[in-house]
């Protein structure tokens, strides 16, 4: 049986990961802060599904955390053979609002940990000449959208950049981006959410099977709904002053994820 390791493993898209990979019978590497909430998912999963579900909790804002979890994924008797970068956040406010603290947190997590996860991962996965790495990014990725938007272009960029090095070799990544997800996420960021419109909301089960189907089929960028590629073909072709004019007020009240 493979092993997937999922990082923000509690909640949201990494939850509906965890119950999609135990279903079709991956044993699990669970990932978050709060160990009471990680031990009840691994109890539940494997009681379910009949899979192994190992904890560890880790704080990906710091580097304790991050060794933590580079630790596991270097571990060769007990190899990752799926790793799920999912952990993130969004901060409330406009551009000087946001405490500069704040905003390096987020490049930690966002940038710094997926980075350094995504490294220790593929190392063993090339010498094995098999795995996969889904670093979770967002719509936001191709509008200008502050720190959150910079961040998940990132991601983007490096996921597509490393799989182009890596062809060939065994190992598939791929960049996830979805757009606004029914998830803990805005609520924990202090986010109103009530004027965005419901056909914008996407299911976390749906988007995680979609994503799955993706790369299974080798593609290194996944949009997993029909509605947002069409919103993304917009935007490609929108003038960016007239992005960065809604998109600064809108997307940190809202904050797709």
């Known amino acids: ?45 494997h009681d379910k599904h009949g899979v192994e579900a190992e904890v560890l909790a880790a704080d990906l804002s710091t580097d304790e955390g991050i060794a933590a979890v580079e630790e596991r994924l270097a571990d060769r008797t007990h190899p990752v053979d799926l790793l799920v970068n999912n952990a993130g956040f969004g901060n409330k406010g406009e551009f000087l609002e946001v405490p500069m603290a ?25 010498e094995r000449r098999r795995g996969g790495v889904v670093n979770v990014a967002s719509v936001a990725a191709f ?7 910079a961040s998940k272009a990132w991601v983007v960029q490096f996921t597509q950049g490393a799989a182009k090095d890596l062809s060939g070799s065994g190992v598939r990544l791929m960049a996830l981006c979805p757009g606004f997800v029914r998830t803990e996420f805005h609520e924990r960021a202090g986010m109103g959410t009530d004027n965005i419109p419901s056909w914008m909301w996407l299911d976390a089960d749906k988007l995680v099977a979609e ?7 080798g593609k290194t ?26 998109t600064s007020k809108t997307g940190r009240k809202y904050g797709p994820r």
């Open 1 to 45: 049986m493979t092993t997937a390791l999922i990082t923000g493993a509690t909640a949201g898209i990494g939850s509906a990961f965890a119950r999609r990979l135990a279903a079709d019978g991956h044993n699990l590497a669970l990932v978050a802060r709060n160990t009471e909430r990680l031990r009840e998912q691994a109890t539940e999963l």
């Open 102 to 126: 704040d905003e390096l947190t987020m490049l930690k997590v966002h940038c710094e940990a997926v980075l350094r996860l995504t490294s220790a991962a593929v190392r063993g996965m090339k």
């Open 143 to 149: 509008v200008p959208r502050g720190t959150y938007g």
């Open 211 to 217: 994503a799955l189907k993706d790369l299974a089929r």
């Open 221 to 246: 960028l996944s949009i997993p709904d029909p509605r947002y590629k069409a919103l993304m073909g917009v935007v490609k072709v929108a003038p960016r002053g007239l992005l960065g004019g809604i």
